[in-house]
């Protein structure tokens, strides 16, 4: 049984870590095959991607009672991490496409840092958040510290790092890291759904836009408005959106004609 299945909803990309009786934890070998669904997602025909996990668990993290084979995922003297989950928090960004979580059970450690690299987050009632770094004596990796002081500011990113206390989904929807909360039944369509409606926008828009959300979280207003310019002319100049462009102007001129 593959640790990592994926499934082509159209042109939405549905990948499932797939190891529930771990609670999807991460071994060397999901994460190999995690590489291959980022792969996989990068190709053009997939313009939208939904992250989750398979039985009552997203992600807990790193498989601790089956350490990573030092000969496949790091450099002797090195943490591992530039070979372990590095790799895959810099595949999410680099993707010019919206990747959606769907976080439908517990996520903790490295698996909350994989939910918190991607667009947008939604939970199932039943979700978990656990910073469970802090417990076993390490600092936050997979991005973490990158991303979550960006989505709940520093002081409460700090303190939950701190403590490592669980939050549950109506507390992370109170916080701002997960967009929506819906019932366990209904959350995989849900984010399918919301895959499918950024799927269907025209051009290159949303990964352009994705880049210049990225750009303006480190530069000052005057660099972001410069790459605002360079990334609106790519866009305009996107066939798909030239004749999006003709599409709207057509039915406003048929409103027109019709009043």
Same mark, same amino acid.
């Given at each position: 049984?593959?640790?990592?299945?994926?499934?082509?909803?159209?042109?939405?990309?549905?990948?499932?870590?797939?190891?529930?009786?771990?609670?999807?934890?991460?071994?060397?070998?999901?994460?190999?095959?995690?590489?291959?669904?980022?792969?996989?997602?990068?190709?053009?025909?997939?313009?939208?991607?939904?992250?989750?996990?398979?039985?009552?668990?997203?992600?807990?993290?790193?498989?601790?009672?089956?350490?990573?084979?030092?000969?496949?995922?790091?450099?002797?003297?090195?943490?591992?991490?530039?070979?372990?989950?590095?790799?895959? *928090? %810099? /595949?999410?960004? $680099? #993707?010019?496409?919206?990747?959606?979580?769907? +976080?439908?059970? !517990?996520?903790?450690?490295? &698996?909350?840092?994989?939910?918190?690299?991607?667009?947008?987050?939604?939970?199932?009632?039943?979700?978990?958040?656990?910073?469970?770094?802090?417990?076993?004596?390490?600092?936050?990796?997979?991005?973490?510290?990158?991303?979550?002081?960006?989505?709940?500011?520093?002081?409460?990113?700090?303190?939950?790092?701190?403590?490592?206390?669980? *939050? %549950? /989904?109506?507390? $992370? #929807?109170?916080?701002?890291?997960?967009?929506? +909360?819906?019932? !366990?039944?209904?959350?995989? &369509?849900?984010?399918?759904?919301?895959?499918?409606?950024?799927?269907?926008?025209?051009?290159?828009?949303?990964?352009?836009?994705?880049?210049?959300?990225?750009?303006?979280?480190?530069?000052?207003?005057?660099?972001?408005?410069?790459?605002?310019?360079?990334?609106?002319?790519?866009?305009?100049?996107?066939?798909?959106?030239?004749?999006?462009?003709?599409?709207?102007?057509?039915?406003?001129?048929?409103?027109?004609?019709?009043?």
């Amino acid at each position: 049984m593959s640790p990592v299945i994926t499934h082509h909803d159209g042109p939405v990309l549905v990948v499932t870590l797939n190891r529930p009786h771990v609670l999807n934890a991460l071994d060397a070998d999901t994460l190999y095959a995690l590489a291959d669904a980022w792969h996989e997602a990068a190709d053009p025909s997939v313009r939208a991607v939904v992250v989750t996990g398979s039985g009552r668990g997203f992600c807990a993290g790193a498989d601790l009672r089956t350490p990573p084979d030092p000969s496949r995922t790091a450099r002797p003297g090195s943490s591992g991490l530039r070979h372990t989950y590095h790799p895959h *928090v %810099l /595949a999410m960004a $680099a #993707l010019e496409k919206p990747v959606i979580a769907a +976080v439908n059970g !517990a996520a903790a450690g490295a &698996g909350l840092s994989l939910a918190a690299a991607a667009d947008v987050r939604i939970a199932a009632d039943t979700a978990k958040f656990v910073p469970a770094f802090a417990a076993v004596g390490l600092v936050p990796d997979a991005g973490g510290a990158y991303f979550l002081p960006r989505l709940l500011g520093y002081a409460r990113a700090y303190e939950w790092l701190a403590t490592g206390r669980p *939050v %549950l /989904a109506e507390e $992370a #929807l109170r916080w701002g890291l997960v967009s929506r +909360v819906v019932p !366990a039944g209904d959350l995989l &369509g849900d984010a399918v759904e919301l895959a499918h409606r950024m799927a269907a926008m025209p051009g290159a828009a949303l990964g352009l836009t994705k880049r210049l959300l990225d750009h303006g979280l480190t530069h000052g207003l005057a660099d972001l408005l410069n790459e605002e310019a360079r990334l609106q002319a790519l866009a305009v100049a996107d066939p798909a959106r030239q004749r999006a462009r003709a599409e709207v102007a057509r039915r406003l001129s048929a409103d027109e004609e019709d009043r």
